[in-house]
């Protein structure tokens, strides 16, 4: 199998698990289905993600500790959880966006790059010109905005609007929205950027994973035991 072969078969992939996850998402916000079914796809995210805080401690005495402390809690609250299957999908909801927000806009302040400017200096090196370290900049701060008008308009549609209504925003739209997003960033960079500063989507791609292989690699992690 070629590499361009598995690549795109690992993106329809994504695409499809994304999709089905979306569908589920709205069915279960707007109470269609098991109960109980909804409910742990609802909870399923948030408790990955207390995982994920979980792995960045060494101690394994921490990390079985923070396990069990979220079955525990799970277990105890499943019959609350049962009856605000819609607050959990707008936690996520929220949670994700706010999370991206803050990743793209801590990056705005203090020393350092902008992401998207950082993001660039993977591909091109340090030589990029004053257009483009202008233009890196804005894109950071458009994706900021974007990320926290959107959780702004979530949060209205939930406690304004009918729970279909604002499932539909926050689980069908969530995809296509961000797709308009790139496309349009995509079309004012033909625009504003000559050919030689306008990277591929191949070469974003590679550009996101040096950055996260870096940053992964990077000491720091809370030494808390043994």
């Not at 500063?197 to 690699?217: F, K, S, T, V």
Request: glycine share 12%.
């Amino acid at each position: 199998m070629s590499a361009s072969w598995s690549q795109t078969w690992r993106m329809g992939l994504v695409v499809l698990l994304l999709g089905g996850w979306a569908v589920a998402g709205f069915l279960g916000s707007a109470g269609v289905g098991s109960v109980d079914l909804n409910t742990a796809v609802a909870v399923t995210p948030l408790v990955v993600a207390w995982a994920v805080l979980l792995w960045q401690f060494r101690s394994f005495g921490i990390r079985l500790t923070g396990c069990l402390l979220a079955l525990v809690g799970v277990l105890a609250l499943w019959p609350q959880l049962r009856q605000n299957i819609s607050l959990l999908y707008y936690l996520q909801h929220q949670g994700s966006h706010l999370a991206l927000a803050i990743l793209f806009g801590r990056t705005l302040w203090g020393p350092g790059d902008p992401l998207i400017t950082s993001m660039a200096r993977y591909i091109y090196g340090d030589t990029l010109s004053g257009r483009k370290l202008r233009y890196t900049r804005q894109v950071t701060v458009a994706w900021t905005v974007y990320f926290v008008t959107n959780a702004l308009v979530s949060t209205g549609l939930y406690l304004w609007a009918p729970t279909a209504v604002w499932s539909v925003h926050s689980n069908l739209l969530t995809g296509p929205l961000i797709a308009l997003m790139f496309l349009g960033e995509y079309g004012v960079r033909r625009r504003v950027l000559p050919p030689h500063e306008r990277p591929g989507l191949g070469d974003i791609i590679r550009a996101y994973r040096r950055r996260a292989d870096l940053g992964a690699a990077k000491p720091g992690r809370p030494d808390t035991g043994t």
